[in-house]
């Protein structure tokens, strides 16, 4: 199952944008015996501002896939949860997952309606730099939960 972190904008050069990169490198190397990845990154922007606009470069990347909207009122999830969760969908045959990051103002209600899941890291306000850091993260540690790795919550 092909794993897609989507999101509006790009990252210039720092250090989370390095992180993200890292943590998608080792979410591909460790998922390729699981049957998980590759794992990339697909940025978009829109030529207009708001959520409507950014609603039309996403919904593309939507097609055949799986959808989960990061969206703080979503479910907050367990690293182990997201784990079985990802697990479970490569099982049923889903092939591609896509894991969706919004602009500064959200994500198109329209738009989250398409999803099929709602995730959410918690009630705080998060950059979306920090966003991409932490979800491509969550992909890797759920990779090495499902590979066996040792955690530190067992």
């Known amino acids: 199952m092909r794993v897609v972190i ?23 190397a460790a998922g390729r015996a699981l049957a998980l990845g590759p794992v990339e990154v697909i940025e ?6 708001g959520k409507a606009a950014e609603a039309e470069v996403l919904r593309p990347h939507f097609k055949d896939s799986h959808v989960l909207v990061c969206d703080e009122h979503g479910q907050a999830r367990t ?6 969760e990802m697990a479970g969908l490569r099982d049923e045959g889903t092939r591609r997952l896509v894991l969706v990051i919004g602009g500064a103002d959200g994500l198109d209600p329209a738009l989250m309606a398409d999803a099929q ?5 918690g009630p705080q306000t998060w950059p979306h730099a920090l966003v ?13 939960i499902l590979a066996g790795s040792p955690y530190h919550r067992d």
């Open 6 to 28: 989507l999101a509006v904008g790009r990252l210039a050069r720092s250090p989370e944008n390095d992180l993200v990169r890292l943590y998608v490198e080792r979410a591909t």
């Open 44 to 49: 978009v922007e829109s030529r207009k501002s």
């Open 79 to 84: 690293s182990r949860v997201f784990a079985q």
């Open 117 to 121: 899941g709602r995730l959410a890291f």
């Open 132 to 144: 991409r850091a932490m979800l491509a993260e969550q992909v890797y540690r759920a990779v090495t």
